[in-house]
């Protein structure tokens, strides 16, 4: 074959390519997507502890401490403030020493601490902060000194009750069974609109909304259905069955709304698996916080699928109740109604 | 005559332009009107809004006595539409597509196979819609918008591309609509079958009616009578000679040639529909 040849049928399908708007769109919006995931995500390795203190110590023994490698320290009033950091995720954990301490220490009085970590902070983690206790006792008293150390886990203490890898994945495949059943719905309207039986069905008495309802209901039953079916065989519904089912039917709602969406930015089947795709990879992103603790930070929290994922993980594999999880599923519910009024109104719009 | 269909100033713009400016007609109940024009004339907007599927940016559209801007659900009842091209649920047998639209205008008792046979689809009614020739798709598509009997029946270029059998079977099926009752708007650019079939004819151009009336009205009002005679000249090639009917010299002119040429046929010809759409606007209809 003539090279010239070749080059001329590379250069048509690439110039057709590119006058593709889906391919584009998809093209840019990955590269976005990719990118932006990538550089959110830390750039380097943070060996350094953030660590909290809640104490009347001279500033020359915190600039002592800080002095050593891996170790930041942040004072706070008070230790309500010092648990809401550790809560908030913004320190690993922290330490809350008495009013006395350094007298008690210095007259060799036996003195007692207290350490505060979260449920989600690593065991390594945890034993690096009694450490740094003992140090400080050693640094005042310039000699090793035994303190008592009263632990407070805020948040589920998982320590002891190990979770089977297996269940940790739940979360992820009840994620992927919902939004699979997103692409299905999605696939089946862009065909509407793309075969034009849509018109067919709205010269009926069929109005938009009712074809939305029963649209959603497809997709929401079909979700709900599998994933349902899915919970009950892998033993999921055995915990806290109403709540998981609510937020089964939460999450299948939520990919009823991004159905919708993604019919209206695809044109054909192909488009609707590319744009579907693209929405599962950001959306399993969470459950891969479930899988590997302490990988995912705050900004997860961003992704809808995050108070799906962790809804289903706390309360099917701790136990975790409707006192505990009521801010997610109405987060859940917040995001659902977005997305499904989103979705239509790019739906109509698109239909005309 | 009870108007079935009143249109007044209907206006509908994509963006700046105007793809259907101010048109106002009215038709009558089991009256046929081919609605007739070129690509892009304006005629499926016409027809969207007419349906319900277009809201109106100007004028309003009253079919049945009622707006269809604000009663577009208790409207899409009493009408049926068969558009342009074949939107099939390609993945159903023909019965389960009719089935489908019978349950969606609630049509109790609806005997599927009877309208199979009318549209002459008898014994295909359980193949899949997907594996209809053209033909088949748009008798079925014909089929399906006459599913509740309606009162307006939109048919959209209903025989475009189709073999003779196929566009004469849903010829007769529009006349039977007609003898039913039921009124007829017909879009088409197949000028033999809108003078056939229609009772009146709309032309629509650039978003325009520029002539509403009945075909041989048209005729009389823009076309010419002429009388066409091949005759073969001195080196045996056949030749046409256009003779204008309805002139003082026209007789004169015939037997000049019958007296001075061999003629070989002869035969009178009148303007057609699309020859007076050229006249009023000059441009033809594909």
Redesign the interface.
Known sequence: MNPGIIGALIQKDLALAMRNRFFAVVLVLGLVAYTAIYLFMPSQVDEDIDFGLVAQLPPAIIEQLEAGEGLRVHVFDSVDELETAVRGGEIMGGLSLPDDFIADITSGVPVSASLYYSSATPEEYRSALSLMLSEIAYTIAGKPLSVEVNTTVLGRDTTGSPIAPRDTLLPLFAVFIILTEMMSLASLLSEEIETRTIRALMVTPMNIRGLFLAKGITGTGMAFFQAVVFMAVVGGLGTQTGLVLLTLLLGAVMAAGIGFLVAAAGRDLMSVMAWGVLFMLVFSVPAFGVIFPGSISGWARAIPSFYLVDTLNQAVNYGSSWGDLWPNLVWLAGFNAAFIILGMWIVRRKLG | MEHAIIAEELFYSYGKQKAVDGISFQIGQGEILGFLGPNGAGKSTTVNML????KPQGGRAVLLGRDISRD??SI??Y?G?C?E?A????QMTGEENLKL?AR???VKNFDVKALIARVGLEGRGKDKAGNYSKGMKQRLMVA?SLINRPEILFLDEPTDGLDPASAESIRRVIGEERERGATVFLTTHDMMEADKLSDRVAFINQGKIVALDTPHSLKQQYGKRALNIEVLDGEGKLQTREIALDTPDTPSQVREIMAGEKVVTMHSEEATLEDIFIKITGRGLS
């Open positions: 349906t319900g599927l277009l577009v659900d899409q009842k009408i539409v558009f091209g939107n099939l649920y390609e639209f969606l205008f609630d399906r």
